[in-house]
């Protein structure tokens, strides 16, 4: 089967899957040739009333981040306003309402190997390095904004992923704050260490589950 693509500045790029469709944006695995990145797309259609200042965010957080030559989160490839998708004639798994008119914002960044952070995958060492890495987040004036699963007690984050070498990388910047005081990012910090810290509740769950430290 044909199929979608999607248009950055000029280059057409093949959607091999969608990741992810929340109401902020859709998060598609895509490749041209032997590259393969990740573009994410914030629509500006009924319910997603966060896209504009979401990619925003987005968009002022991974600036900093490359500026700043952070590698503790996927590089950012650039951004648009005007991406177009092309979906194939008879795509009858997309229903009209679904798909995506006109031009969209959107980022492209690195393609990462690797899945979500959580009980079950965790290791001493990947939780250990998401913790220093939001700490180097952090020290750039950087707060994430959405690190905690509410009203989940089983220890997993939000957006940490934890790629197949065993390394981490922070995600989704979507709510992110430049420049917040540092009250709100010691916070932050202790949200996180109380989930994934030395005596976080994902340790307990492990157990719970009968896996070994860094199974």
């Known amino acids: 089967m044909e199929r979608s693509t999607v248009k950055f500045h000029g280059k057409s790029y093949k959607v091999n899957r969608v990741l992810n ?11 041209r040739g032997k590259k393969r990145r990740i573009i994410k797309i914030f ?28 590698t503790v989160v996927p590089l950012l490839w650039g951004s648009t306003a005007t991406l177009t998708v092309k979906y194939p004639e ?13 031009n969209q914002r959107a ?8 899945e979500m952070l959580e009980p ?23 707060y994430h904004g959405d690190v905690h699963n509410f009203g989940c007690r089983d220890g997993t984050p939000r957006n940490v992923m934890i790629l197949n070498n065993g390394d981490v990388r922070w995600i989704d910047f979507e709510h992110s704050q430049k420049g917040a005081n540092d ?3 010691d916070e932050e910090q202790k949200v996180v260490e109380c989930s994934i810290g030395p005596t976080g509740y994902i340790w ?12």
Not at 21 to 31: E, G, H, Q, T
Not at 48 to 68: H, P
Not at 90 to 102: F, H, I, Q, R, Y
Not at 107 to 114: K, S, V
């Open 21 to 31: 469709d929340r109401p902020i944006a859709i998060v598609l695995d895509v490749s």
């Open 43 to 70: 629509p500006p259609v009924l319910h997603r009333g966060l896209y504009k200042q979401g990619f925003k965010n987005e968009l002022l957080a991974y600036r900093t981040f490359r500026e700043q030559r952070c």
């Open 90 to 102: 008879g795509t009858a798994n997309v229903p009209d309402s679904c798909k995506l008119e006109g």
């Open 107 to 114: 980022i492209m960044l690195e393609y990462l190997d690797g």
């Open 120 to 142: 079950r995958n965790a290791t001493v060492d990947a939780t250990t390095k998401a913790l220093q890495y939001l700490n180097e987040i952090h020290s750039l004036g950087i």
């Open 183 to 185: 009250d709100e990012m």
């Open 204 to 215: 307990q769950t492990r157990k719970r589950l009968g896996l070994t430290t860094d199974e």
